[in-house]
């Protein structure tokens, strides 16, 4: 069930075709998890972009961004995502992003971890920070002077300024997902 209409792709107007061919044409097609279902209708957040295109467009470009032009690595990447999908309780998120963090070397157990909320064993320095830095944006909406320190003395401030965006990307896709009543 959703709260919005699920749009074919034949009912859309010129501004959402150009949005939803950016998503389906895009490097995000090559992931394991469908963009579509069988009618061609765009599963997950993308769908509520079609229907607010200019604000969609927007954020489906941040969201690319976020994921293919950034310093993270995958694995870094993949972790704080789903720290924020554990956070939002997000099973859109998990299911969508839990596949990609198994194939970029995550364990299974380490998701558990996620899942739970705890630090996973196994991870790196910069894997460790990162994952600190989110869990301290998710619990306090802020990260203390010496957590700050911390990350951007293991990570830099590039990478603390795209860890910070994608918090407030994957959190807004959360919120939306929510309210609009998508499910896996």
């Avoid at 690595?73 to 969508?96: G, K, M, P, Q, Y």
């Amino acid at each position: 069930m959703t709260r919005l209409p699920h749009l074919r792709p034949d009912d859309l107007d010129d501004d959402q075709r150009a949005l939803y061919d950016a998503i389906t044409g895009g490097p995000r097609a090559g992931g394991p998890v469908a963009l579509t279902d069988t009618d061609g209708r765009l599963a997950g957040p993308f769908n509520a972009m079609l229907v607010a295109p200019a604000a969609g467009s927007a954020l489906q470009r941040l969201g690319a961004a976020i994921r293919y032009e950034t310093s993270l690595s995958a694995r870094t990447r993949e972790l704080s995502i789903l720290a924020v999908a554990s956070h939002w309780d997000s099973a859109f998120e998990r299911h969508a992003h839990e596949p990609v963090a198994l194939a970029a070397g995550l364990t299974e157990q380490q998701l558990a971890a996620v899942r739970a909320g705890t630090l996973p064993d196994g991870l790196d320095d910069t894997e460790r920070a990162a994952l600190r830095f989110v869990t301290a944006l998710l619990r306090d909406g802020d990260a203390d002077d010496e957590t700050y320190a911390a990350t951007v003395a293991t990570l830099g401030e590039r990478t603390v300024v795209e860890l910070t965006t994608l918090v407030g990307y994957y959190a807004t896709l959360a919120l939306q997902l929510r309210v609009f009543r998508v499910e896996p």
